[in-house]
């Protein structure tokens, strides 16, 4: 090969590498009770294993605190020895619009107390439900009380129903059915991705430019089995795994948005506040009717 077709093949990676899409991970809830598909404890050993395997640069868990026990607290150092973060998911994990200006910032205050010695705890602090308060007025005076709390705001770019979709699965365990895992694991990977090719799109349009995004996941069964397919797949398609840290960095965390529409995430409510109306902001399968057809489309259960 001539000097300069390797020099242009450099430097045609290099580029390529630049414009690599950007996300980082951050799974809410944890530490999650014992399911009829897993443990607890399995569950974070399975997520770990997943993390570690893949190379996964850091990951935040936004911790439910009420969770926590004598057992759980385990699974939280697990977490921090395996070089991931802690962060705040809120006490009782109630929403900020229905608890009010004093008692929702009382209960993240008392989630505080069992985090702030936490090994790798990192202040950032997401609300349960992307509730960010009731209205405009009690949103800037809940982001405030945050601020004073010492708190960033963990925000979300690309939201999604994977809580659902663990549902459905820990659901046919319970009912005893047989699971075809192939299946559901192309289910929760290609619905997973389409939220994120459809939130990125949304960026694009609204900011001109795809920024670092925070996926919103959770510390659950579907998670713990197919997280790592998930990585892969966003890998195939060109994407980068960041840490949410530098996720955070990105302009977007200072670009507070001058909307009460926050529960379908930053890039939503980014384009919300610029006249795009909620219903193109969220994706269809945001929604249980349309996750039950495509999970029975999607032969994830086995016809015995
Ligand atoms: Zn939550």
Known sequence: MNYFLLTALVLLFASSLCHAREIALTFDDAPTPDSALMTGAERTRKLIDILVKAKVPDTLFFVKADYINKDTQQRLEQYAAAGFHLA???????SASELGLLDYPADVYKAHL?????????????????HYGKDLAAIIALQ?????????DGYVTIDNFDWYISSLLTKAAEDKKTLNYDNARKFYVDTLYESIEFYDAI?????????RH?????????AALFVGDLIAHLRAKGWKIITPQKAYEDPIARNFPNTVFHKQGRVAAIANSKGVPESELRHPSENEQYLDQAFAKAGVLVDL
């Open 88 to 94: 705040n998911h809120s006490y009782s994990h109630q």
């Open 114 to 130: 069992l985090l702030k010695s936490q090994k790798n705890f990192l202040p950032y602090h997401r609300f349960p439900y992307l």
């Open 144 to 152: 405030q009380s945050l601020t004073d709390l010492g708190y960033k």
């Open 203 to 211: 960026a694009k349009k609204t900011l001109g430019r795809s920024p």
């Open 214 to 222: 925070v996926m919103l996941l959770h510390e659950n069964d579907a």
